[in-house]
């Protein structure tokens, strides 16, 4: 397929670099958490992932850090079960959480689930970003509508990041990307750009890591949430 521009987003070439350097640093697991208690409290700086099952959160993960099987891929919808920690050299730590949306994991777990993440996302004073992963060839659905309120509701800075886009043509992604843009413009703790990558090719990995990296620098520099 044909690939654009992955975002609208203009990150300077010290901003790119600043980003590759983040995320060429050893990456290494640093703990799952599937109740309130066992969350750790490593780290300065958090940035979690959420997305529905299967949306490639994993991948994505892999894809910035650079390492194959930092994070555990599937293609069964609904295996990350915990949310996952990792950690590198610098203060940040990144966030797999558990993927929704995927009805056969069973009720009671998905209802445990929603009760850590929930807890997390309430209580964690690090948490600087919600990424939020949507599917470009299918847009944004009602499971990440009822997210998107959520973290609204939480005052929960998140922003959109467009998965598996090198599936798309060109003039498709665009209207994709125009679409998610559109929707959460008004949403008021929405950060107002979408980031569309693909962990296959390598699109746009540059950018969120640029992205990720401007974001620690405001953290880590007196900046608010």
């Not at 609208?8 to 599937?34: N, P």
């Not at 004073?125 to 992963?133: D, E, G, I, Q, S």
């Not at 679409?179 to 390598?202: D, E, M, N, W, Y």
Request: a positive charge.
């Amino acid at each position: 397929m044909t690939t654009v521009s992955s975002t609208a987003a203009d990150f300077s070439k010290a901003e790119i670099e600043a980003g590759r350097r983040l995320f060429a640093t050893e990456w290494r697991f640093l703990s799952a958490a599937g109740s309130v208690d066992a969350l750790p409290g490593a780290g300065e700086v958090e940035v979690a992932f959420a997305g529905r099952s299967n949306v490639g959160k994993s991948s994505l993960i892999n894809a910035l850090t650079g390492r194959r099987a930092l994070a555990r891929t599937s293609s069964t919808p609904g295996r990350t079960q915990q949310l996952i920690f990792f950690a590198g050299a610098s203060p940040l730590v990144l966030v797999d959480l558990p993927g929704y949306g995927y009805a056969a994991a069973g009720k009671s777990k998905a209802a445990a689930w929603g009760k850590v993440v929930e807890a997390y996302l309430r209580t964690s004073k690090k948490l600087a970003r919600v990424y939020l992963l949507i599917d470009a060839r299918h847009g944004i659905k009602r499971n990440d509508e009822t997210v998107l309120t959520a973290l609204d509701k939480a005052a929960i800075s998140h922003e959109i990041v467009l998965t598996k886009c090198d599936e798309l043509r060109e003039a498709d992604l665009t209207e994709s990307r125009d679409k998610v843009a559109l929707a959460v413009q008004k949403r008021p703790a929405a950060f107002p750009r979408v980031i569309a990558t693909s962990a296959r090719t390598g699109q746009g990995i540059p950018d969120l890591r640029a992205a990720v990296a401007r974001l620690l620098r405001e953290r880590t520099s007196g900046g608010s949430r």
